[in-house]
T-cell receptor, first 111, second 113 residues
Framework: DTAVSQTPKYLVTQMGNDKSIKCEQNLGHDTMYWYKQDSKKFLKIMFSYNNKELIINETVPNRFSPKSPDKAHLNLHINSLELGDSAVYFC??????????FGQGTRLTVV | AQSVSQHNHHVILSEAASLELGCNYSYGGTVNLFWYVQYPGQHLQLLLKYFSGDPLVKGIKGFEAEFIKSKFSFNLRKPSVQWSDTAEYFCAVIKAAGNKLTFGGGTRVLVKP
């Protein structure tokens, strides 16, 4: 059983399109995150949710909108995709301040 | 603002050599510390963690790390690396009273056979 699962694994789309990435965790964790990993492997936190409530919103363009329908799911919707959005997006979950468990990542390529 | 620094961006070494990767953080309060590994094309996996107690922690695959509070450091070590240790290594910190898990910039380790 996959602890943190993301779909899709790969996403290729044209500039200007809108796309969503889904994330689900079956670990019973309260906290979920979205991270962006750029081509230099730098990991930047985008959002963090705790029990469906947004608690961290880094300086991310408002084209990015997270949604947490319940504490096991955290989806990421991106409007009007730009070339610079190309990256690998990782979802993660943790219980309080313990270690985070990561999904397999979604490689987004905007052409 | 909380930050995490990994001083080595790239490390190249031969099999059986010893490895030490540096990690420093900027926050002065109580923190939880982690090292993660990312093998090529894969997601991040936890190597080891420190919350409290013995500052020398042992993790998986023969890795260990030492927390030195006075130096705000949490360096990762492995006495003898293998080719399969080729990966990106990330240090991460979260405040004991916080919600933000912050990563260092990563260190790419290449082990030559």
């Amino acid at each position: 059983d996959t602890a943190v699962s993301q779909t899709p694994k790969y996403l290729v789309t044209q500039m200007g399109n809108d796309k969503s990435i889904k994330c689900e965790q079956n670990l019973g964790h309260d906290t979920m995150y979205w991270y962006k990993q750029d081509s230099k492997k730098f990991l930047k936190i985008m959002f963090s949710y705790n029990n469906k409530e947004l608690i961290i919103n880094e300086t991310v363009p408002n084209r990015f909108s997270p949604k947490s329908p319940d504490k096991a799911h955290l989806n990421l919707h991106i409007n009007s995709l730009e070339l610079g959005d190309s990256a690998v997006y990782f979802c993660a979950s943790s219980q309080e301040r313990a270690e985070a468990f990561f999904g397999q990542g979604t490689r987004l390529t905007v052409v | 603002a909380q930050s995490v620094s990994q001083h080595n961006h790239h490390v190249i070494l031969s099999e059986a050599a010893s490895l030490e990767l540096g990690c420093n953080y900027s926050y002065g309060g109580t923190v939880n510390l982690f090292w993660y590994v990312q093998y090529p094309g894969q997601h991040l996996q936890l190597l080891l963690k420190y919350f409290s107690g013995d500052p020398l922690v042992k993790g998986i695959k023969g890795f260990e790390a030492e927390f030195i509070k006075s130096k705000f450091s949490f360096n990762l070590r492995k006495p003898s690396v293998q080719w399969s240790d080729t990966a990106e290594y990330f240090c991460a910190v979260i405040k004991a009273a916080g919600n933000k898990l912050t990563f260092g910039g990563g260190t790419r380790v290449l082990v030559k056979p």
